[in-house]
């Protein structure tokens, strides 16, 4: 058996090896996790836990929290979620490669060019990452 540190263990989950920039932009501006779910809006004891499970991304926050998140932090929502957002980037653009190539009954130069400009997007963004 491989006792190698970089082994990659068979549940490997590539959202996980990314950054969590929740946690690191909350550690810069000194905040507890208490405090950001005072600022989520979470009311009751235990606010810090909600914090925390977004943070190793145990759960997806609802589009209301990651907004706050962004207003909390002063970062844009895509770097907040850098792997949830890299994830949707790579779908929608395996969606917009299979409308690409369908045989549209009208053809209209605007859809057609918004289709290969999401496809042709999504693959320069994937290939500087």
Avoid at 6 to 28: C, D, E, G, T
Avoid at 33 to 43: A, P, R
Avoid at 88 to 100: G, P, S, W
């Amino acid at each position: 058996m491989n006792r190698d540190p970089v082994h990659v263990p068979v549940s490997f989950n590539p959202m996980k090896s990314l950054s969590n920039y929740l946690k690191s932009q909350r550690k810069h501006l000194s905040l507890s996790q208490e405090e950001v779910g005072f600022l989520l809006g979470i009311v009751g004891m235990n606010k810090g836990n909600k914090v925390c499970r977004d943070e190793n991304f145990a759960r997806e926050p609802s589009l209301q929290d990651a907004l706050a998140y962004e207003v909390i932090y002063g970062r844009p929502v895509r770097e907040l979620f850098a792997g949830r957002y890299q994830q949707a980037e790579q779908d929608v653009a395996a969606r917009a490669k299979i409308l690409n190539f369908r045989k549209l009954r009208k053809s209209d130069a605007r859809k057609q060019e918004t289709i290969i400009q999401l496809a042709q997007n999504a693959s320069v963004n994937s290939s500087n990452q």
